[in-house]
């Protein structure tokens, strides 16, 4: 428990630095402890809780992650938390390696332009689902000291692509977070800050549907989940402290360094089980 | 931020009460984890990752699960129930967040958002009690 409490503080802080949240990194790392891995994803997503609601609560509080837009999504994040999570208790461990694997690979999209300055008050049409369902919002960029409105564009698809994030995050104990800021920018069309910030405060209900399927299916373990919820969080919020005074281009290049290594473990375990 | 002229999505008083719903979860639960591994390795001079049938959370109903766990009745040791507490502080961290968010929707008669928040309470509901 020790040992893992001091893996989990560096995985943490490495997990916020990249975007990739503590569970993506621990999970392999425990699978090569010798931990199973039905157990490890189970634990892992009681500390993405730890995690997300750690942050979020800052993000809530500065106005940048847009509640409404996160409970309209959560709709659709929990039924597929859910969905996954029943998936992974069904299924060969075997499958989940690749799975695994398959799914960090979605992180190397890249992100479109979003739309900024666009908001229902400015749009005649008040038949537009989403200024119907109110996903509008403002924020106070402080990089160019301007007021941001924004408008999420094709809700329904954008619910659609959630339901995908939160099936994957069940299914593989992870936050999902890179996928999720993805289909906020892509489809929803919302601005970087908020997609990531809401993306962060969807994780933890995400992760918690998730859990209450590996709860009845007797795969979480105590000693995992309490070094692992201590460690992460506090790597987290360190993380989060020192992000703003790195450059980007050292983030890029730590995260894709971190990616191609687990998409090769997972790769190399699967195999070595098949 | 809000005073900077950024309004979120518009509902300031609810925003603040997640905020501190959150931090105040989070920290308890945290609070609780590190008592319990201490409480644990005072008790067994191990910190062992361990698969006995003890350690392990498990039932059918989420709720009636806990109450067990905390009350004792399954005859947990102490650290044991100190650690299943701080998981259970922390399982309901988000929960309590979408609870109160359905009372303030209501009280503020926005059925839309009520009727959103109120589908995702009953998805987390049910999926913690019927199993």
Known sequence: MLSLLLISIPVGF???????GGASILIPLMIFFGIPVKEAIASAMVSVVATS?????????ERLANVKIAMYLEMFTSVGAIIGATITTLIAPVY????????????????????DDVHCQGLSGSGDLSCRLELEGSYFDEATKQVVFYRADHPVLGGMGMMVAG??????????????????????????????????????????????????SGLLNLTLMAPMAVGTTIGAVAGGRVLNRLKGPLLRVLFFAVV??????????GIASW | MVE?????????????????????????????EAWGIALLYRASHSLAISHDKAMFIHGR??????????????????????????????????????????VYFASRKNLKYFFITLFVLAVLTISLMMH
Do not use: H
Not at chain 1, 96 to 115: H, N, Q
């Open chain 1, 96 to 115: 989940l390696y690749f799975f695994f694997a398959a799914f960090l690979m979605t992180s190397f999209i890249r992100s479109e332009t979003s739309r």
């Open chain 1, 167 to 216: 099936l994957a995050a069940g299914m593989l104990g992870i936050g999902a977070g890179a996928f999720k800021v993805t289909v906020q920018e892509n489809l929803l069309k919302l601005p970087t800050k908020v997609a990531s910030t809401t993306s962060n405060f969807i994780m933890g209900m995400t992760a918690l549907a998730g859990v209450s399927v590996y709860l009845f």
């Open chain 2, 4 to 32: 900077r002229g950024g309004e979120g999505s518009g509902e300031t008083r609810l925003e603040t009460w997640i905020s501190i719903v959150l931090m105040a979860g989070v920290a308890a639960a945290l609070i609780l």
């Open chain 1, 53 to 61: 609601s750690g942050s979020a609560s800052a993000y809530v509080r």
């Open chain 1, 260 to 269: 191609v290594c687990i998409i090769i473990e997972m790769v190399y375990k």
């Open chain 2, 61 to 102: 109903n989420f709720f009636i699960l806990l109450g067990r766990r905390i009350s004792g009745t399954d005859g947990s040791l102490g650290a044991v129930r100190v650690l299943a507490l701080g998981i259970v502080v922390l399982i309901l961290t988000p929960y309590t967040r979408t609870v109160m968010s359905v």
């Open chain 1, 14 to 20: 490495v997990g916020a630095l990249t975007g990739l």
